[in-house]
Nanobody, 123 residues
Framework: VQLQASGGGLVQAGGSLRLSCAAS????????MGWFRQAPGKEREFVAA???????RYADSVKGRFTISRDNAKNTVYLQMNSLKPEDTAVYYC??????????????????WGQGTQVTVSS
């Protein structure tokens, strides 16, 4: 699976962005998809995940503000980010994992990663 993330940018606090992650391959619908982020000087962390059956999980820090969704017909997963805060500033990565149990984990040997997209939230 090859992943291509897009949609990052510069936004003021309180604003919104929608990230997209387009996947190649005909088995996209069978993968659990996740969004992760890495701020400067920090480790990569889990943000949100969605299973092949549309179950979702969120990090506490983004609950109620971010929404993950997927469109299997377009082989794409989205992350709608509302009420953005300066602490949301990071490089955001999408990941694909055949295992829902591993979908929320950064260190998963079965995970495919896309390149990151920069999100910067100014105060």
């Amino acid at each position: 699976v090859q992943l291509q993330a897009s949609g990052g940018g510069l936004v003021q606090a309180g604003g919104s962005l929608r990230l997209s992650c387009a996947a190649s391959g005909r088995t996209f619908s069978s993968y659990s998809m996740g969004w992760f982020r890495q701020a400067p000087g920090k480790e990569r962390e889990f943000v949100a995940a969605i299973s092949y059956s549309d179950s979702t999980r969120y990090a506490d820090s983004v609950k109620g503000r971010f929404t993950i969704s997927r469109d299997n017909a377009k082989n794409t997963v989205y992350l709608q980010m509302n009420s953005l805060k300066p602490e949301d500033t990071a490089v955001y990565y999408c990941g694909a994992d055949p295992s829902w149990a591993q979908a929320m984990r950064v260190r998963s040997s079965s995970k495919y990663w896309g390149q990151g997209t920069q999100v910067t939230v100014s105060s």
